[in-house]
Nanobody, 114 residues
Framework: VQLQASGGGLVQPGGSLRLSCAAS????????MGWYRQAPGKQRELVAA???????NYADFVKGRFTIFRDNAKNTVYLQLNSLKPEDTAVYYC?????????WGQGTLVTVSS
């Protein structure tokens, strides 16, 4: 499975971005796709995840600012980031998992700064 993430960039505080991550290869129909992030000097942390059935899980710090959704026909997961804060600055990674297997994308940098 290969994952291609895109959509990062520089945005001002309060702005929005949409990240996308397309999976290709041997895709298992029942799976979970998610977004994690890693800020400089910090551990990677879960941002949000969504199952192929549409069940979602969000980190507490999201607080309604971010929305994860997916297009199963395209094997693509999206993360809509609204009301961005400087502390959201990080490399955002997408993950695809099923059973005991986990695959990671290359990461896309989100920088929130004025």
């Amino acid at each position: 499975v290969q994952l291609q993430a895109s959509g990062g960039g520089l945005v001002q505080p309060g702005g929005s971005l949409r990240l996308s991550c397309a999976a290709s290869g041997s895709i298992f129909r029942i799976n979970t796709m998610g977004w994690y992030r890693q800020a400089p000097g910090k551990q990677r942390e879960l941002v949000a995840a969504i199952t192929s059935g549409g069940n979602t899980n969000y980190a507490d710090f999201v607080k309604g600012r971010f929305t994860i959704f997916r297009d199963n026909a395209k094997n693509t997961v999206y993360l809509q980031l609204n009301s961005l804060k400087p502390e959201d600055t990080a490399v955002y990674y997408c993950e695809y998992s099923y059973s005991i297997y986990s695959y990671w994308g290359q990461g896309t940098l989100v920088t929130v700064s004025s």
